[in-house]
Each structure stands twice: as structure tokens, then as C-alpha cells.
């Protein structure tokens, strides 16, 4: 079994698919007056990092990894980079360090184990992953793309690779403020106005958590605001926008969220924001700073 493609590329089989690994780009655009959601990698910086290493290009399809616990066998020679959070990454049981151009050989183990810090890592391939587009995108999201996530025995195409010596032992160093911030910048959504200055006040001074709700669509939050807007018209949102709900929950939309809904948008998350979020999960606590 395979993802579709259109030209002769070699392969990467997946012999362990993990919790939740997808295939993603930066996302499709421009397809909002149909329903399709902007989708793409969840932190885009640290994405970013693992193609700039690489010399591909940004747009590149890269895997997004959530939690670890999956292996990779390389059927042809290439050049990896794997950047975001630390899930004790290794070839051949060999400790590899992240966001550094890693040579990989034909038959060659990629595995991830112990979660270090992180909720998401990136796995960049030279040349990017090269499978389907759809609706200018390879991000996977169910009814547009195939797939959903990846599955064992699976075999992703990826470029042909001439090998080149490894020059440089050079590694980028962590950003540790990208996953230990509790500080999630935002600004004032368009229904931020119709909050009373005491819910106003909670916003800001609050310590909020996650819930168990999480997922590519959205964060919940455990702690609630009083909410006694009025009902709104259905109106347009997008990733990190924050939704009032009628019953006080904080709803943080993220990369996979519908593109209208009907309640209060209250604050709207920088692109920053939405990627230092992505790599909190469960109980992990922050606050808005506008």
C-alpha cells in the first residue's frame, strides 16, 4: 500500500504509523467559500527549521509527528532533518540530534521513543515529501485527501537523492521559549468589544489550561467567562481564533477548524502564538497577553 504519485520517486515505508502522523504542507488557501479549512503544520516554525536545514523550500510537505512512538525505513539514500519536540529521535537505535542535516542509507531505521519535551515534531526529507496534491495542497484532512493519517506498511515518495558528503557537524540550538512559554500573544477579535470590562479583565489576568479536548481542530479550556452575549450570525473565523461558547468554554481554533461559526470571537492569536500553542498539550497552562 502506498500514497499516490505521479512520477517515479523512491520510497519511505512506514513501519510503525505512531499515534497520529500526518503528511503537511503550509495548508490550501483560497478555497474558504467552499468549506475546505486552511489545514497545513500546526507549528510552523519549527517546519520551517527542518526544511530551511534541509535547502528545501518552505512549502515542502514535511511529516508532522504527534508524541513520538513511530519508525521509518528508508528505501533510498537521502538527507533527513527532524526539528519541533524531542521524542528521543534515532537511526538504526543510533541517538540523532535535531534540527541538523542527517545523511540516511538505503534500508535505514528512523525511530522516535521517549517524549523529552513537545508535542509535535517535524520529519523534513531533501526535496520534500512528493505525494499528491490536493486543492494545491498535500495536507492531509478527511473528504479532501485519501488519507487521514498514516498507516503501517504505507510508502511515501520522496525525490531520488544523489549522496553528497556531510560537510558541516553544525546543529541550529532549541528555542526553549518555543516550548516553555506560558505567554500566548494575541490581539482583540471583533466581538471582543461586547464583553463587560470585568470578563474583559478575566481574559487577561486568568491562568487558562488545556482540557482533553485537543486536536487539530481546537483547544478547549478547562477554566470558564461567564458568557451572557447575545446569539450571533454565523461569521468567518480562522486558526487561533478564540471562541466565547454559550456555556463559558474557551474554544482556541487551530490548523484543521471550519471557516464560519456562530459564537463570539473574542481574541485572535498571532501566527507565533498558534505554533508555540501547538506544542502544549493536557493540563499545560498559559495566559492571553494582548
Not at 188 to 216: A, C, H, M, T, V
Amino acid at each position: 500500500m502506498h500514497i499516490k504519485f505521479l512520477k517515479p520517486y523512491e520510497m519511505i515505508k512506514v513501519l510503525k504509523p505512531g499515534f497520529f502522523t500526518t503528511i503537511q504542507d503550509k495548508g490550501r488557501f483560497g478555497f474558504a467559500s467552499i468549506g475546505v479549512p486552511v489545514s497545513g503544520v500546526m507549528d510552523g516554525s519549527s517546519a520551517d527549521i527542518a526544511n530551511s536545514i534541509l535547502n528545501n523550500s518552505l512549502e515542502a510537505a514535511v511529516l508532522e509527528i504527534s508524541f513520538g512512538s513511530c519508525e521509518f525505513q528508508f528505501l533510498c539514500p537521502t538527507f533527513i532533518c527532524v526539528s519541533g519536540g524531542d521524542f528521543s529521535p534515532k537511526i538504526n537505535r543510533k541517538s540523532i540530534k535535531l534540527n541538523k542535516k542527517i545523511s540516511v542509507s538505503t534500508h535505514d531505521v528512523l525511530s522516535f521513543g521517549k517524549i523529552n519535551f513537545g508535542v509535535r515534531c517535524y520529519l523534513a526529507v531533501s526535496g520534500g515529501i512528493q505525494s499528491e496534491e490536493k486543492l494545491n495542497s498535500k495536507s492531509f484532512y478527511k473528504g479532501i485527501t485519501k488519507e487521514t493519517v498514516l498507516e503501517k506498511g504505507m510508502k511515501i515518495p520522496v525525490h531520488r537523492n544523489i549522496k553528497e558528503p556531510v560537510i558541516s557537524n553544525a546543529s541550529i540550538k532549541i528555542d526553549e521559549l518555543h516550548f516553555n512559554s506560558t505567554k500566548i500573544n494575541c490581539s482583540k477579535g471583533p466581538e471582543f468589544e461586547l464583553l463587560s470590562l470585568y470578563q474583559q479583565k478575566l481574559l487577561f489576568e486568568n491562568i487558562f489550561s488545556i482540557s482533553k479536548d485537543i486536536s487539530r481542530m481546537g483547544y478547549r479550556l478547562n477554566e470558564l467567562i461567564g458568557n451572557d452575549l447575545p446569539t450571533l450570525l454565523t461569521s468567518s473565523v480562522l486558526p487561533g481564533t478564540v471562541q466565547l461558547t454559550p456555556s463559558g468554554t474557551l474554544i482556541v481554533l487551530m490548523r484543521d477548524c471550519q471557516v464560519t461559526g456562530g459564537y463570539p470571537r473574542i481574541l485572535q492569536l498571532s501566527e507565533k502564538a498558534i505554533h508555540i500553542l501547538s506544542q502544549k498539550t493536557t493540563n499545560q497552562k498559559f495566559n492571553f497577553l494582548v
